[in-house]
């Protein structure tokens, strides 16, 4: 028999090494997450998939699983914690969902509809954050990042570019590309990149496929984010 | 029992397109249901100037003016429950994206440097409102009950919400009927 | 200056500093030292260089506080910016450099020459207020110290070339107790150590009972024993010197006077781990103890004390080598110090694994507090019973408290653990006191309804930190203070902290401003618990302490901020229409609100 822990209050069973959301998927359990994806090493901080385990808060992304742990997840405190954090993220940035075209397809805004996310809460940071609109095929809106650095990682252990990087530090940390000029179009980025094709918002954007399917017909418009993230295709999910 | 008196609702749009006031009036038939229960106070429906006493007070669109501070605060001061109705009055929504930019550079552009401007000069007559440096949710200028986002929030997903709020029951719009967009 | 540095120079540091992307952070702090700034086409030569990406280059550089991307002066002139140096007067005394160099904090002067800043505390509590001038420390000033450092800067006086006197540091010890009144000689400790063999010396160690002085309270004989049994051969001593918690300076204290006993300290860990490469991480602050600390390194490379076969030991081959920072606290988080070790930016990393199976660069890694490493000097000289003797059942030995603020006699104080606050209070010569901070910022804000209590582990643990506020003083003010410290020294990582860090600096400065209103203190609250409970390292979760604390034991001074009953706007809705005022030139009635009119709704 198998080690298992319980994930409130239902057993879930896991390899050695596996962390608790790793397991939790596997049985087809979901925590909420955004900087986490199956195929990069868990990063964890977003930390929307923070978990309680005696009495502690810990992301599940990265801890790995113990036998005989009581994990609590979908409880009222944890997920009025994660909307919180939601809420902190939204505020941060400038996330005007009606003008994005990413809207429909985003997985902070399908997290904040699974989390009842009414309100932004706290108030508007609402930062200046450049537009860069140089490369041919790809727009970068900064306004909306989350700085889950999936971007970052894909380009730099996936596509060999490192095409993006953070720079400063604290609320003033932000991307940067790999471009004295910081321009997008003078890197070697491609639209075929998986940094391309990876962002869970709407910073990194095809032109001209903006609208091609309407709002209210798109991914999370369809179905909520506790299901589409459960499909075996939602790996390079866009 | 408690007794069964209509409820007081005022309406208004601040910094907004009356886009959440439509879809108000998307319930469709659901409007007379709502108006046995209810009576309008101040709303575009009535042409009532001013929020007298109220039980709830809807408002759609952010701040970005002086007169919208005022009517914000009448509406705060007579509702017992008030909400923020739509994107614009939830985050400052369209008119907030002025807010990176710097709003003598805004009033410059439009009024004072632009081609073709018989009198260049930023309007000053006291009848029109002063201009907020930055536009805000209304959460940020009054203390703010309820929330029901969208742009603007489906007429089924308003009518949720009403029929929870007249009905004593703690307003919840999910799954489908709760959207950003 | 041109933006173009010469190739001669590039090649020059890359040759002394090294070549390779783990030597970044060295390699920027050393053109940083040469140079008024970074500019972009350096960041790019040295990406190619290095053969890495530029943008992580460039991000590396934009994550501490002393490296410029932009230009910041020949003068980079940074006031220590503790509430003991604000409650010293550093405030006006910055205002009076501005005014006299004509410039505005933070931007440079017009002719280039000189900025005057604002940075976190600079380990001179204790002889406040400070200021950094490139990478030298001055402390003591006043009036006429400001004044005669305007004219050196005005008349582009080299550094080196300013009066030695003004670059003096004290000591300041008050209380010396085994550590500090024991002078030993060089290598001593050593030779007892090796001639027990390594696994007596690790036995003498776990009957010491040493846990670390940095704050976590670890016991160092488990940490030292889970580094030697881990798998690799290639093992790490790392002596954390990034003394960045507000209050603290007695590693400043022993890296001055005591640096053999810590470099001593880092060879008797390697002897117990097998380890042979050793690193001190050295915050940017103290950079000027640096040529000093690699004298003595030379010194004992030189007595056989560094280097290969330590003592005549075949195979006890041990060096250190001095690593600077370049002022991130966060990289006093171990994992974070060992990230910036590697050259990176200071993020800490997801534990498991520990530092002591994956350490720098993979490596098994022992990372001990400056103070730590000292101690083991002594248990090496007089053995671990007799070091366990002393302090209490769960602190052993003896705890160097560094004592700032409202007292006669500021310094550093040596006490066996077990002392009590009243004592460490009434022998500093503090009176009238309404509050101790102890181990800083991150620590606890002490009432006098607790002064009986006492420092340990198993009471009021500290770091080290001890800042005493008499009733003079608004702990209001001392909690703003240290909020804004953790907002600017989040590195950012986490969304809780990053966001929350500056949230609750939004709320505090709201108080702060006169908007305060009941609803924001159960708002604070709730940051205060998000901080705590979903933060990726101690920097967040210690971040809300001393709110949490002053709310908890000070709640009058928040109280008497709140203006209004309910809710109250965060900004200034007239000021928010000035400048539509200004673009159409009115200021009749209706350009402004009456801030009387239902303001408090």
Same mark, same amino acid.
């Given at each position: 028999m198998s080690a298992t822990f319980l994930l409130d209050g239902q057993p879930v069973s896991f390899e050695p090494g596996q962390t608790i959301l790793e397991a939790a998927r596997a049985a087809g359990r979901y925590i909420p997450h955004l900087?986490?994806?199956?195929?990069?090493?868990?990063?964890?901080?977003?930390?929307?998939?923070i978990v309680k385990v005696a009495g502690r808060h810990v992301s599940s992304c990265a801890m790995p699983a113990k036998e005989g742990w009581e994990v609590e997840s979908d409880t009222p405190e944890m997920n009025g914690e994660r909307r919180a954090l939601l809420q902190m993220l939204f505020v941060e940035g400038n996330h005007f969902c009606p003008s994005c075209e990413k809207s429909g397809n985003c997985q902070l805004q399908a997290l904040a509809y699974d989390l009842e996310m009414m309100t932004p809460r706290f108030n508007h940071f609402f930062p200046d954050r450049p537009v860069d609109a140089s490369h041919p095929d790809v727009l970068l809106d900064f306004n909306r990042c989350i700085y889950c650095e999936l971007c970052v990682r894909a380009s730099r252990d996936k596509d060999g570019k490192g095409i993006f990087a953070l720079t400063n530090r604290g609320i003033h940390k932000h991307l940067v590309v790999n471009a004295e000029s910081g321009r997008l179009a003078d890197t070697d980025f491609s639209a075929d990149d998986m940094a391309a094709n990876i962002c869970p918002v709407g910073v990194i954007l095809h032109k001209r496929v903006g609208f091609a399917v309407p709002i209210g017909q798109r991914t999370y418009d369809e179905a909520p984010i506790h299901l589409v993230a459960m499909r075996p295709e939602a790996a390079g999910d866009d | 029992m408690i007794e069964q008196r209509k409820l007081r609702v005022a309406t208004v749009s601040l910094a907004g397109c009356f886009g959440c006031h439509m879809s108000l009036l998307d319930i469709d038939e659901h409007l007379f249901e709502l108006l046995d229960r209810i009576d309008f106070d101040r709303s575009p429906l009535t042409d009532i100037k001013h929020c007298g006493p109220c039980d709830i007070g809807l408002v759609e669109g952010g701040v970005c003016n002086a007169e919208n501070v005022h009517v914000l605060r009448e509406f705060r001061a007579n509702c017992r429950t008030l909400v923020a109705l739509g994107a614009c009055a939830v985050n400052g929504g369209l008119p907030a994206q002025r807010n990176h930019l710097d709003l003598g550079a805004c009033l410059d552009e439009v009024y004072r440097s632009r081609p073709g401007l018989a009198c260049a000069a930023v309007p000053n007559d006291p009848e029109l409102p002063l201009l907020l440096d930055k536009v805000h949710p209304i959460h940020e200028v009054v203390r703010v009950d309820y929330f029901l986002p969208g742009c603007p929030p489906s007429g089924e997903a308003i009518w949720k919400f009403l029929a929870d709020l007249v009905n004593g029951r703690t307003p919840r719009v999910t799954g489908p009927l709760l959207h950003f967009d | 200056m041109s933006a173009e540095v010469p190739q001669a120079l590039i090649d020059e540091v890359l040759r002394t500093a090294g070549s390779t992307p783990d030597r970044l952070l060295q390699i920027l702090v050393t053109l940083q030292a040469q140079l008024d700034f970074l500019p972009p086409t350096l960041i790019s030569r040295l990406a190619e260089q290095l053969g890495m990406p530029r943008s992580r280059v460039e991000g590396v550089a934009g994550f501490y506080s002393f490296l410029h991307l932009a230009p910041a002066g020949r003068y980079r002139v940074r006031f220590s910016d503790n509430i003991i140096d604000r409650m010293l007067g550093s405030e006006a005394l910055m205002a009076t450099m501005c005014a006299n160099l004509q410039l505005r904090p933070g931007v440079p002067s017009a002719d280039g020459r000189v900025t005057v800043s604002t940075t976190s505390c600079t380990g001179m509590g204790d002889q406040g207020p400070a200021v950094l001038v490139n990478d030298r420390a001055i402390g003591r000033l006043n009036h006429q110290r400001v004044m005669e450092i305007c004219d050196l800067i005005r008349h582009d006086a080299p550094l080196s070339a300013w009066p030695e006197e003004l670059f003096h540091v004290d000591d300041n010890i008050r209380r010396a107790d085994a550590l500090l009144s024991s002078p030993m000689v060089a290598g001593s400790a050593l030779a007892k150590a090796v001639a027990l063999g390594r696994d007596g010396w690790l036995a003498q160690m776990q009957a010491s009972k040493l846990r670390g002085r940095g704050g976590a309270g670890f016991t160092t004989a488990v940490k030292w024993l889970a580094c030697r049994d881990a798998? &690799?051969?290639?093992k790490v001593v790392v002596c954390n010197?990034?003394? &960045?918690?507000? &209050?603290?300076?007695k590693d400043r204290v022993l890296l001055n006077r005591h640096a053999d006993l810590v470099f001593e300290g880092m060879t008797l860990a390697a002897w117990a781990t097998g380890a042979r490469d050793g690193l001190l991480y050295l915050r940017g602050e103290y950079a000027w103890l640096r040529p000093q600390l690699e004298a003595t390194l030379a010194a004992r490379r030189a007595a056989g004390l560094l280097g290969s076969g330590i003592l005549g030991q075949t195979g006890f081959d041990f060096d250190i080598a001095i690593h600077l920072g370049a002022g991130a606290y966060v990289c006093g988080e171990e994992s974070a110090l060992l990230e910036s070790l590697e050259g990176k930016r200071g993020t800490p990393r997801i534990r498991p694994p520990f530092p002591v199976t994956h350490g720098y660069l993979g490596r098994p890694t022992v990372v001990n507090n400056v103070e730590t490493l000292a101690k083991t000097c002594l248990i090496a000289r007089d053995g671990g019973a007799a070091f366990a003797a002393t302090g209490t059942a769960q602190s052993a030995g003896t705890k160097l408290l560094s004592i700032s603020g409202d007292c006669a006699r500021p310094g550093v104080y040596e006490y066996p653990f077990g002392v009590s606050i009243q004592q460490v209070l009434d022998d500093c010569g503090a009176a009238d006191v309404l509050a101790v901070q102890v181990g800083g910022a991150s620590g606890v804000t002490v009432a006098p309804y607790e002064f009986q209590r006492r420092i340990a582990f198993e009471d009021v643990p500290s770091a080290g930190a001890f800042m005493v506020f008499d009733s003079s003083r608004d702990i209001f003010e001392v909690a703003r203070n240290f909020v804004h410290f953790f907002a600017h020294e989040s590195c950012g990582f986490c969304t809780p902290c990053r966001v929350g860090t500056a949230l609750l600096k939004g709320y505090m400065d709201k108080l702060a401003e006169g908007y305060g209103a009941l609803q924001d203190l159960a708002d604070i609250d709730w940051l205060d618990r998000l901080l705590k409970n979903a933060s990726h390292c101690g920097l967040g979760s210690s971040a809300p302490n001393p709110v949490v604390d002053t709310l908890l034991k000070f709640r009058p001074a928040y109280e008497r901020r709140i203006q209004h009953a309910d809710f109250q706007p965060a900004f200034d809705l007239d000021g928010a229409l000035a400048r539509a005022r200004q673009m159409t030139g009115r200021d009749d009635a209706g350009a402004h609100f009456d801030t009387g009119m239902g303001a408090t709704r």
């Amino acid at each position: 028999m198998s080690a298992t822990f319980l994930l409130d209050g239902q057993p879930v069973s896991f390899e050695p090494g596996q962390t608790i959301l790793e397991a939790a998927r596997a049985a087809g359990r979901y925590i909420p997450h955004l900087c986490w994806h199956p195929d990069f090493p868990p990063h964890g901080s977003c930390k929307l998939c923070i978990v309680k385990v005696a009495g502690r808060h810990v992301s599940s992304c990265a801890m790995p699983a113990k036998e005989g742990w009581e994990v609590e997840s979908d409880t009222p405190e944890m997920n009025g914690e994660r909307r919180a954090l939601l809420q902190m993220l939204f505020v941060e940035g400038n996330h005007f969902c009606p003008s994005c075209e990413k809207s429909g397809n985003c997985q902070l805004q399908a997290l904040a509809y699974d989390l009842e996310m009414m309100t932004p809460r706290f108030n508007h940071f609402f930062p200046d954050r450049p537009v860069d609109a140089s490369h041919p095929d790809v727009l970068l809106d900064f306004n909306r990042c989350i700085y889950c650095e999936l971007c970052v990682r894909a380009s730099r252990d996936k596509d060999g570019k490192g095409i993006f990087a953070l720079t400063n530090r604290g609320i003033h940390k932000h991307l940067v590309v790999n471009a004295e000029s910081g321009r997008l179009a003078d890197t070697d980025f491609s639209a075929d990149d998986m940094a391309a094709n990876i962002c869970p918002v709407g910073v990194i954007l095809h032109k001209r496929v903006g609208f091609a399917v309407p709002i209210g017909q798109r991914t999370y418009d369809e179905a909520p984010i506790h299901l589409v993230a459960m499909r075996p295709e939602a790996a390079g999910d866009d | 029992m408690i007794e069964q008196r209509k409820l007081r609702v005022a309406t208004v749009s601040l910094a907004g397109c009356f886009g959440c006031h439509m879809s108000l009036l998307d319930i469709d038939e659901h409007l007379f249901e709502l108006l046995d229960r209810i009576d309008f106070d101040r709303s575009p429906l009535t042409d009532i100037k001013h929020c007298g006493p109220c039980d709830i007070g809807l408002v759609e669109g952010g701040v970005c003016n002086a007169e919208n501070v005022h009517v914000l605060r009448e509406f705060r001061a007579n509702c017992r429950t008030l909400v923020a109705l739509g994107a614009c009055a939830v985050n400052g929504g369209l008119p907030a994206q002025r807010n990176h930019l710097d709003l003598g550079a805004c009033l410059d552009e439009v009024y004072r440097s632009r081609p073709g401007l018989a009198c260049a000069a930023v309007p000053n007559d006291p009848e029109l409102p002063l201009l907020l440096d930055k536009v805000h949710p209304i959460h940020e200028v009054v203390r703010v009950d309820y929330f029901l986002p969208g742009c603007p929030p489906s007429g089924e997903a308003i009518w949720k919400f009403l029929a929870d709020l007249v009905n004593g029951r703690t307003p919840r719009v999910t799954g489908p009927l709760l959207h950003f967009d | 200056m041109s933006a173009e540095v010469p190739q001669a120079l590039i090649d020059e540091v890359l040759r002394t500093a090294g070549s390779t992307p783990d030597r970044l952070l060295q390699i920027l702090v050393t053109l940083q030292a040469q140079l008024d700034f970074l500019p972009p086409t350096l960041i790019s030569r040295l990406a190619e260089q290095l053969g890495m990406p530029r943008s992580r280059v460039e991000g590396v550089a934009g994550f501490y506080s002393f490296l410029h991307l932009a230009p910041a002066g020949r003068y980079r002139v940074r006031f220590s910016d503790n509430i003991i140096d604000r409650m010293l007067g550093s405030e006006a005394l910055m205002a009076t450099m501005c005014a006299n160099l004509q410039l505005r904090p933070g931007v440079p002067s017009a002719d280039g020459r000189v900025t005057v800043s604002t940075t976190s505390c600079t380990g001179m509590g204790d002889q406040g207020p400070a200021v950094l001038v490139n990478d030298r420390a001055i402390g003591r000033l006043n009036h006429q110290r400001v004044m005669e450092i305007c004219d050196l800067i005005r008349h582009d006086a080299p550094l080196s070339a300013w009066p030695e006197e003004l670059f003096h540091v004290d000591d300041n010890i008050r209380r010396a107790d085994a550590l500090l009144s024991s002078p030993m000689v060089a290598g001593s400790a050593l030779a007892k150590a090796v001639a027990l063999g390594r696994d007596g010396w690790l036995a003498q160690m776990q009957a010491s009972k040493l846990r670390g002085r940095g704050g976590a309270g670890f016991t160092t004989a488990v940490k030292w024993l889970a580094c030697r049994d881990a798998a &690799g051969a290639d093992k790490v001593v790392v002596c954390n010197a990034d003394e &960045g918690e507000p &209050g603290t300076f007695k590693d400043r204290v022993l890296l001055n006077r005591h640096a053999d006993l810590v470099f001593e300290g880092m060879t008797l860990a390697a002897w117990a781990t097998g380890a042979r490469d050793g690193l001190l991480y050295l915050r940017g602050e103290y950079a000027w103890l640096r040529p000093q600390l690699e004298a003595t390194l030379a010194a004992r490379r030189a007595a056989g004390l560094l280097g290969s076969g330590i003592l005549g030991q075949t195979g006890f081959d041990f060096d250190i080598a001095i690593h600077l920072g370049a002022g991130a606290y966060v990289c006093g988080e171990e994992s974070a110090l060992l990230e910036s070790l590697e050259g990176k930016r200071g993020t800490p990393r997801i534990r498991p694994p520990f530092p002591v199976t994956h350490g720098y660069l993979g490596r098994p890694t022992v990372v001990n507090n400056v103070e730590t490493l000292a101690k083991t000097c002594l248990i090496a000289r007089d053995g671990g019973a007799a070091f366990a003797a002393t302090g209490t059942a769960q602190s052993a030995g003896t705890k160097l408290l560094s004592i700032s603020g409202d007292c006669a006699r500021p310094g550093v104080y040596e006490y066996p653990f077990g002392v009590s606050i009243q004592q460490v209070l009434d022998d500093c010569g503090a009176a009238d006191v309404l509050a101790v901070q102890v181990g800083g910022a991150s620590g606890v804000t002490v009432a006098p309804y607790e002064f009986q209590r006492r420092i340990a582990f198993e009471d009021v643990p500290s770091a080290g930190a001890f800042m005493v506020f008499d009733s003079s003083r608004d702990i209001f003010e001392v909690a703003r203070n240290f909020v804004h410290f953790f907002a600017h020294e989040s590195c950012g990582f986490c969304t809780p902290c990053r966001v929350g860090t500056a949230l609750l600096k939004g709320y505090m400065d709201k108080l702060a401003e006169g908007y305060g209103a009941l609803q924001d203190l159960a708002d604070i609250d709730w940051l205060d618990r998000l901080l705590k409970n979903a933060s990726h390292c101690g920097l967040g979760s210690s971040a809300p302490n001393p709110v949490v604390d002053t709310l908890l034991k000070f709640r009058p001074a928040y109280e008497r901020r709140i203006q209004h009953a309910d809710f109250q706007p965060a900004f200034d809705l007239d000021g928010a229409l000035a400048r539509a005022r200004q673009m159409t030139g009115r200021d009749d009635a209706g350009a402004h609100f009456d801030t009387g009119m239902g303001a408090t709704r």
